[in-house]
């Protein structure tokens, strides 16, 4: 079966830092990109950070450059978010989303999502 799980989130006081992981199986993890997405109450979902099938290229939202950081392990089947300097803004539910192009369109997995909390 195939699963995307982040973990990882939490309450942490402005300032704070976090890691979030999503962890892949089921699938051949190192063939996909990698993005992380967060949706805050009321609010669109919106594109966070990604990272390329072999992690050579990586992109950022203009709102978390220099804060966040977006890493993988094919190795270990797991992207990660590393968030620090963390503002209340930053709350939202952070979703990963695993997506790779195949002969027959494209492949789009998503996780359950993991709740991040920024608040003094």
């Known amino acids: 079966q195939v699963h995307v799980v982040e973990s990882g989130g939490g309450l942490v006081q402005p300032g704070g830092s976090l890691r979030l992981s999503c962890a892949a199986s089921?699938?051949?993890?190192?063939?996909?990109?990698v993005r992380w997405y967060r949706q805050a109450p009321g609010k669109e979902r919106e594109l966070v950070a990604g990272i390329s099938s072999a992690g050579g290229v990586t992109n950022y939202a203009d709102s978390v450059k220099g804060r966040f950081t977006i890493s993988r392990d094919n190795a270990k089947n797991t992207a990660y978010l590393q968030m620090n300097s963390l503002r209340p803004e930053d709350t939202a539910v952070y979703y990963c989303n695993a997506v790779t192009s195949a002969t027959t369109g494209v492949v789009d997995l998503w996780g359950q999502g993991t709740q991040v909390t920024v608040s003094s």
């Open positions: 089921g699938f051949t993890f190192s063939r996909y990109a």
